[in-house]
């Protein structure tokens, strides 16, 4: 059986999909798409040799159609959404999927009342740096996180339509939303509180430098850093548990784990160490000899695309959906927690 898919907006965004689905997921077979610029579309027509319709409408009132990613700006994600829905088709949205959580939950009505198949396609959960703290602490390598640090920066202004606010422009839309939802699919206790730094560096229009705070229950802290004025970066992750550290530079996962060589050894020096700053015993660097260091675990090949196998276990199959509408609705309830936190400069006390 073949799922007939359109795609609502497509720019670059779409054409990742296209290519990938044609290249990766036989059972999707993309057959119409809507843009509302003409050029576009009809470029797309002659690289993708789809239907190129006039109008949305024409995707809603075409019954063959099973499937529609919406990959437009983040402001008519809501509306696209809702129509599709209610024309009887299964719905995948970019992130972020809405602009706040109050629109999401108008989508999730529909859904609900239609009982169509709605997502959003948070591929970084498929990034093999997430894939590897995600195993660091299913597989017990290190136990009872306190402090989970995740950083992405860069030194590129946003572009195109990402930098205006009526849009749904910025970075904590943009890169911020990956980064939260990575976090709350990593820890499934209640968020209880939310604090938010959006920085201006480049635009008063849109942020584009982000610290996110996210303190959860059972005392983990979890810190989302995000620069696109970045000129020294930081590690991709630093994950400290009580019984040792991970550290993942990068998206090409160099890093290690370091943990206690002997767990009872817990006095293992009186000495006194003189640094520049003076005398300290409290931060006396561990020696080597009480440490033992380990290669970050194996996760095998991660891609995007099984986000896509997914989707086609769950339509042809009742698979149970690997990125659901409640999980997204949790992430935008951080979003709207940051935004407020960043309004007021005050943490924000909530049950996420």
Not at 134 to 163: E, F
Not at 316 to 321: R, S, V, Y
Request: with cysteine; aromatic share 8%.
């Amino acid at each position: 059986m073949s799922i007939k898919m359109a795609i609502i907006g497509m720019g670059g965004m779409a054409g990742w999909h296209y290519n990938n689905i044609e290249e990766q997921i036989g059972e999707i077979k993309v057959i119409a798409g809507y843009d509302i610029e003409e050029e576009r579309s009809k470029q797309r027509v002659k690289e993708w040799g789809i239907t190129a319709y006039a109008t949305p409408e024409e995707i809603y009132n075409n019954p063959e159609i099973d499937l529609v990613l919406i990959a437009t700006p983040n402001d008519v994600h809501k509306d696209y959404a809702i129509n599709c829905l209610r024309a009887g088709k299964n719905v995948i949205c970019e992130k972020p999927v809405t602009m706040n959580a109050a629109e999401l939950e108008e989508v999730i009505a529909v859904a609900k009342e239609t009982g169509k198949f709605f997502s959003v396609h948070q591929n970084r959960r498929w990034d093999a740096d997430y894939m590897t703290v995600q195993k660091i602490l299913a597989d017990g390598l290190l136990n009872n996180p306190y402090t989970i640090k995740s950083s992405v920066h860069g030194s590129k202004r946003l572009w195109g339509w990402r930098a205006f606010k009526p849009n749904g422009g910025g970075i904590i839309l943009d890169w911020g939303v990956h980064l939260i939802d990575q976090m709350l699919d990593l820890m499934p206790q209640k968020v209880v509180s939310t604090y938010g730094h959006l920085h201006y560096m480049e635009s008063s229009e849109v942020d584009d430098c982000m610290t996110v705070v996210l303190r959860f229950e059972g005392g983990c802290t979890a810190v989302i850093d995000i620069s696109t004025n970045s000129f020294v970066v930081e590690p991709r992750w630093l994950v400290s548990c009580t019984d040792g550290t991970a550290v993942i530079s990068d998206w090409e996962r160099h890093g290690k784990i370091v943990k206690q060589a002997d767990p009872n050894e817990l006095d293992w020096t009186e000495h006194v160490y003189y640094t520049a700053a003076g005398p300290t015993r409290t931060m006396l660097p561990r020696p080597k000899e009480t440490t033992v260091e380990t290669p970050l675990p194996d996760v095998g090949e991660s891609r995007w695309t099984d986000y896509y196998k997914n989707v086609v276990d769950v339509l042809l199959n009742g698979a149970k959906p690997r990125v659901t509408a409640e999980q997204a609705l949790r992430v935008m309830k951080v979003i709207d927690a940051v935004f407020e936190s960043n309004k007021t400069g005050q943490a924000i006390t909530t049950h996420i």
